[in-house]
């Protein structure tokens, strides 16, 4: 039931951009993304709801298609501190709980 | 501003024992989590509970045991342990996995030898 996340690790130079990709085989209520540093817990970044719009947080923005069970994680114009693991995590229609994918690991370099 | 406390921050255990890892939190969320991270396997739900008096099984939940008597706490007992159950415990919680995104606790690194 883990959604599959792609790719699996992206080394950016500062001030490229990355695309984070996760899908799932079964229908989907919500997509969520957290970002996980070395040796920390997993921070949330954004919620997506089925049937709600694309989310922003500055540089950080997500897209949800609800046909495909798919969401896109976008980072624009990385910075260093974008660094770390990043995690989408699914919910699927009439279920309680968060399945969460592999992590895809994201490192920025000067 | 506590939000979700784990204890220990470490332990190690020898083959067979038992012990309780503990989480609470202090923002009234009825969402809790247990999930286990070892390497390349990501976040694994062991299990939930959606407020206080229930609880669900999650994705890996053998070998773990939970209970939710108060909206605070939500404890994982190892009943006994096994070298497979060596990882990293995070606990979790939200006001409803719809309304907002999870609070992870800093958790908890676990060595069965």
């Known amino acids: 039931q883990q959604p599959v996340q792609s790719p699996q690790a992206v080394i950016l130079r500062e001030g490229e951009d990355a695309v984070i990709n996760c899908s799932s085989s079964?229908?989907?209520?919500?997509v969520h993304w957290y970002r996980q540093k070395h040796g920390e817990a997993p921070v949330f970044l954004m919620i997506?709801?089925?049937?709600?719009e694309q989310k922003g947080h500055e540089k950080i923005s997500a897209s949800f298609n609800e046909k495909k069970q798919q969401s896109s994680l976008y980072l624009t114009a990385s910075q260093l501190s974008y660094s770390g693991t990043y995690f989408c995590?699914?919910?699927?229609?009439?279920?309680?709980?968060?399945?969460f994918g592999t992590g895809t690991r994201l490192t920025v370099i000067p | 501003n506590a939000g979700v406390t784990q204890t220990p921050k470490f332990q190690v255990l020898k083959t067979g024992q038992s012990m309780t890892l503990q989480c609470a939190q202090d923002?009234?969320?009825?969402?809790m989590s247990w999930y286990r991270q070892d390497p390349g396997m990501g976040l694994r739900l062991i299990h939930y509970?959606?407020?206080?008096?229930?609880?669900d099984q999650g994705e890996v939940p053998n070998g773990y045991n939970v209970s939710r008597s108060t909206t605070e706490d939500f404890p994982l007992r190892l009943l006994s342990a096994a070298p497979s159950q060596t990882s990293v415990y995070f606990c979790?919680?939200?006001?409803?996995?719809?309304?907002?995104?999870?609070?992870f606790g800093q958790g908890t690194r676990l060595t069965v030898v």
């Open positions: 979790a919680s939200s006001r409803a996995q719809r309304a907002g995104g999870a609070f």
């Open positions: 079964k229908a989907l209520y919500s």
């Open positions: 997506l709801l089925k049937g709600g």
């Open positions: 995590g699914t919910e699927f229609t009439g279920a309680n709980n968060l399945f």
């Open positions: 923002m009234n969320h009825e969402y």
């Open positions: 509970s959606v407020g206080a008096g229930i609880t």
